[in-house]
């Protein structure tokens, strides 16, 4: 059964871990691999270069959104490409355990899991922009 008192917190606990996720990856990209470390290791797996340029973005914007509690169920499932692609394309041939050499597909599995929980459940408390299912909130409240 849902709590309705304390389910908006939950969703909010949840967008913010989503959202620092996000940023703390792009931030690795960014400050660690550096945006050119990345575009080439993005070619070295085959893919266009400039898509790095647009997955740290996406990251950004993803994360800051999910923090600011904006648009959170689209922008959450709007998220779940880069993890799917990140699957295919590094994690799936080390296996299950995220702690394999090389990182399996355990983290990002359950990362996508989270996503798809945060669009079923909403914004929760202190979004700026709950526009998106705001109608139904209000049907469930009354």
Do not use: C, N
């Amino acid at each position: 059964m849902l709590d309705i008192r304390t389910a908006p917190l939950g969703a909010l606990v949840l967008r913010l871990s989503l959202g620092i996720l996000f940023l703390a990856h792009a931030g690795l990209k960014i400050l660690v691999f550096t945006p050119a470390g990345t575009s080439q290791f993005f070619q070295s797996l085959g893919l266009p270069g400039p898509l790095a340029y647009v997955v740290i973005a996406a990251e950004v914007i993803g994360g800051l959104a999910l923090i600011l509690g904006i648009l959170t169920r689209f922008v959450a499932l709007a998220l779940v490409p880069i993890l799917i692609g990140a699957i295919i394309t590094v994690h799936a041939a080390p296996g299950w355990q995220f702690s394999a050499p090389g990182g399996g597909w355990e983290f990002p599995a359950f990362w996508i899991a989270a996503l798809i929980v945060q669009a079923l459940i909403g914004d929760g408390a202190l979004a700026l922009y709950p526009k998106l299912g705001a109608e139904s909130r209000q049907a469930v409240a009354r």
